[in-house]
């Protein structure tokens, strides 16, 4: 009779692998939803039509700069392209960056923007008014710019921030030997702080008291 009696100890092995299984399921499946989720929201965030005329206008050692993001090959529903065009508000028609970005998560709930160079990038000054005409490339025509992803998480207030890592982003301009970009993305402004860095990591180019200020017009 006294191996007929109840025992709940024996059982603890049983329910305690139970819990966590539970514990496993509940942990894996949420914070997939919400990247995916989160990863559609940056990309949101990021596309439109910038300024930074306001700044400018508060301050003199900042350019009225215009910003333009545009989806490109949007057919390719398992990544996120994104062309990049800056000028100056007074030589809108002759920018002097262009860049192309794949936007993707990291599989941790963070994300990145791959930076990437075009093939011939004077021809495609302008080309964020007609996005389909980026259908002509493909994306294995483009230049990785190597070192120079930047890598963002969502903060609390919603905004996402972040910047690239360490010394590989290779930059020759005004004798820096690299570049460091810092990044926050909210819904109506994108700040970007780029530098340029000699091989003493003396600041060569960029903006000296912070990033620039973009507000999105639409």
């Not at 993001?69 to 062309?83: G, V």
Request: glycine letters at 8%.
């Amino acid at each position: 009779m006294e191996n007929s009696k109840f025992q709940p100890s024996r059982y603890w092995p049983v329910l305690l692998l139970c819990i966590g299984l539970l514990f496993q399921c509940s942990t894996v499946r949420v914070p997939k939803q919400a990247s995916t989720r989160d990863l559609q929201q940056l990309v949101d965030f990021m596309v439109g039509d910038f300024s930074s005329q306001a700044q400018s206008q508060r301050d003199s050692d900042f350019y009225d700069i215009r910003l333009h993001i545009r989806p490109i090959w949007t057919s390719d529903k398992s990544n996120h392209w994104l062309y990049v065009e800056q000028a100056t508000a007074t030589a809108e028609d002759k920018p002097y960056r262009q860049r192309v970005y794949k936007v993707e998560s990291d599989g941790s709930g963070a994300f990145k923007s791959i930076v990437y160079t075009l093939p011939d990038q004077a021809n495609w000054a302008g080309k964020y008014k007609t996005p389909d005409a980026f259908n002509q490339l493909k994306p294995t025509d483009l230049s990785l710019r190597d070192g120079c992803t930047v890598f963002l998480k969502k903060e609390k207030d919603g905004s996402f921030a972040g910047a690239t890592k360490g010394t590989g982003c290779e930059s020759t301009l005004r004798g820096a030997k690299y570049a460091s970009s810092t990044v926050t993305i909210t819904k109506t402004m994108l700040r970007s702080w780029d530098q340029g860095f000699n091989e003493k990591g003396e600041q060569v180019w960029g903006a000296t008291k912070g990033g620039y200020e973009f507000v999105k017009h639409k």
